[in-house]
């Protein structure tokens, strides 16, 4: 157990729909990260917040946004959902936001867009 | 920008086998190099990482040396296990920024027979 947990652990959707994932990061840890791993794309890198703030964008697109709260956990939300974004979802906590710092994962959130 | 590319899988070994995943890199900075590694059903676990040159990782047997002269930073393992059958994820992440993002490799499947 990585100490990161996600929610839910499988979403099935339709195409349009708009869906919220959240991710509870490890105590302690102020860097939340997010991550779709596919088959095609495989591991991408999506976003990452450090202590409240965006702090780096990778591979998002424009329909998918995220905050991370004053408790720290983070909030994924996909919209206008499309057969592609079908994917399994992985948040991952650090300390800091360096690239040192060991990224531990939750055990991620199955999207099935139908 | 920076990448990584890892051998392609499937590896089928037999139990007690010699296990050698390549991986090399291609970076602007000076990353930090891990493995992870993924069982069925579950999220990404560090396995190992090295953040300078020379350094080796280890870890339940494992074991990889960040080489920069040669861009790698090859898995090795000298007697595998069934319970090592998993996918397994080189990275890397550039420690010349405050970003901690994870470049994967698509990753390799291993499986071990009894």
């Known amino acids: 157990d990585s100490g990161v947990t996600q929610t839910p652990k499988h979403l099935i959707t339709a195409t349009g729909q708009r869906v919220t994932l959240r991710c509870s990061p490890r105590?302690?840890?102020?860097?939340v990260y997010w991550y779709q791993q596919s088959l095609d794309q495989g591991l991408q890198f999506l976003i990452q917040y450090y202590n409240g703030e965006e702090r780096a964008k990778g591979n998002i697109l424009e329909r998918f946004s995220a905050q991370q709260f004053p408790d720290l956990h983070s909030e994924l939300n996909l919209s206008s959902l499309e057969l592609g974004d079908s994917a399994l979802y992985f948040c991952?906590?650090?300390?800091?936001?360096?690239?040192?710092?060991?990224?531990?994962f939750g055990p991620g959130t199955r999207l099935t867009v139908l | 920008g920076d990448s990584v590319t890892q051998m392609e899988g499937p590896v089928t070994l037999s139990e007690e086998a010699f296990l050698t995943i390549n991986c090399t890199y291609t970076?602007?900075?000076?990353?930090?190099l891990f493995w992870y590694v993924q069982y069925p059903g579950e999220g990404l676990q560090l396995l190992l990482k090295a953040t300078k040159a020379d350094d080796k990782g280890s870890n339940k047997g494992f074991e990889a040396t960040y080489r920069k002269e040669t861009t790698s930073f090859h898995l090795e393992k000298g007697s595998v296990q069934v319970s090592d059958s998993a996918v397994y994820f080189c990275?890397?992440?550039?420690?010349?920024?405050?970003?901690?993002?994870?470049?994967f490799g698509r990753g390799t499947q291993l499986t071990v027979w009894p």
């Open positions: 990275a890397l992440s550039d420690t010349g920024s405050t970003l901690g993002r994870l470049y």
């Open positions: 991952a906590s650090s300390v800091g936001s360096l690239g040192t710092d060991t990224q531990y």
């Open positions: 970076a602007t900075g000076y990353p930090s």
């Open positions: 105590s302690g840890d102020l860097s």
